[in-house]
């Protein structure tokens, strides 16, 4: 019999993060510090707002781009919060910011072309790049410049085949963030060589001290961008499964086309729920995103008391440690704590080679969680230091 399997598929690795979390699901008195996941409950106003409309019967397929009502709200939104105008046609309501990831790279990339990827980052982007018969280039985020993009990183990462760069701040695993002046000087690289742009902001409402700012704000650049985001992070509504993309309509129109013979539309509750969302939910945001920094500040912290060396992100939550000094690799040092000390965290390589050395550990759990996790930490590292 003929193989019934797409090598693409074949070869490609699973995720670096599930394993550890398929364990622990099992292991009596684990603690996870790993799933990138709000440990809030959607506020009640949105889903009170989801069984209202359920209670109405409103069931039925909306259009492919999206409730016109959610696009109009996600457009408002948009140039409030980042001093961005979109129309209705410009927004993909599609499932998940991840969706919106994928559905663009299959819209725009030809075989061959290659997408530029800030690394550590995001796990679907190179197997995204790949099943779209792209060429993922990754480009090594260093410490010492905080995990931001410089300019002379573009620069040198850039060939004739140069399509697409990946924007992936604020950034998941490191916590950076990109600020404006920042911005100002890859956005002129990419005006000049003539790229595009894949921003991806869903952590942009978890900013800490630092007000987030939008690629597409730059001159030349809304025309050049798709700006992806969602409702997972910011309004934990991470299970319904909804995100969306703005950006010219000429790629918004092809983005339509894929999503419509993928997927039909996004669910229609969650739709629902997310004009609530938009509408009455920035006290929900605030009030996540201060205890957020608390237990940013607390990590961090206690993290450097331990021991070990921690960049402060400014976004996101997470935080992304280095445990160079121990002698271990982040899969040893992830597997020993998980077997030792019944505590899980996320091997810095799962998020790209150049993670070695560092660890992924969330902080979307109650400072009274954060603080036991730590102990346990602190125990283990004592054991190791040499």
Known sequence: MRNPLNEKVQVMKPSGIRKFFDIVSEM???????VGEPDFETPWHIREEAIYSLE???????????????????????KRRCALDYSEKEVLVTIGGSEAIDVALRSMIDPGDE??????????????????????????????NEFRLTKRELLDAITD?????????????????????????????????????????????????????????MPGMKERTIVINGFSKSFAMTGWRL????????????????????IMCAPTTSQHAAVEALRNGESDVEMMRDAYDKRRKFLVTR??????ECF????????????????????????????EEKLAVVPGTAFGDCGEGFLRISYAYSIEQLKTALERMERFVARYRK
């Open 303 to 308: 993290l450097r008391e331990i021991g070990l």
């Open 28 to 34: 009596k008195d684990a603690i996870s510090l790993g």
């Open 56 to 78: 109405k019967g409103k069931t039925v397929y909306t259009s492919n781009p999206g409730l016109k009502e959610l696009r109009l709200e996600i457009c408002d939104y948009l």
């Open 161 to 217: 085949k140069t399509k697409i760069l990946i924007m992936p701040f604020p950034n998941n695993p490191t916590g950076a963030i990109m600020e404006e002046k920042d911005l100002r000087e890859i956005a002129e690289v990419v005006v000049e060589k003539d790229l595009f742009v894949i921003s991806d902001e869903i952590y942009s409402e978890l900013t800490y001290g630092k007000n987030h700012v939008s690629i597409a704000s």
């Open 115 to 144: 997408v530029l990827i800030p690394e550590p980052c995001y796990v679907s982007y190179v197997p995204c790049v790949s099943l779209a018969d792209g060429v993922p280039v990754t480009i090594e985020l260093k410490e010492e």
């Open 312 to 339: 402060e992100p400014y976004g996101a939550f997470y935080v992304f440690p280095s445990i160079k000094g121990l002698g271990m690799t982040s899969e040893e040092f992830a597997t020993k704590l998980l077997e």
């Open 243 to 262: 995100g969306y993309a703005a950006g010219p309509e000429l790629i918004i129109r092809q983005m339509i086309k894929v999503h419509q013979f993928a």
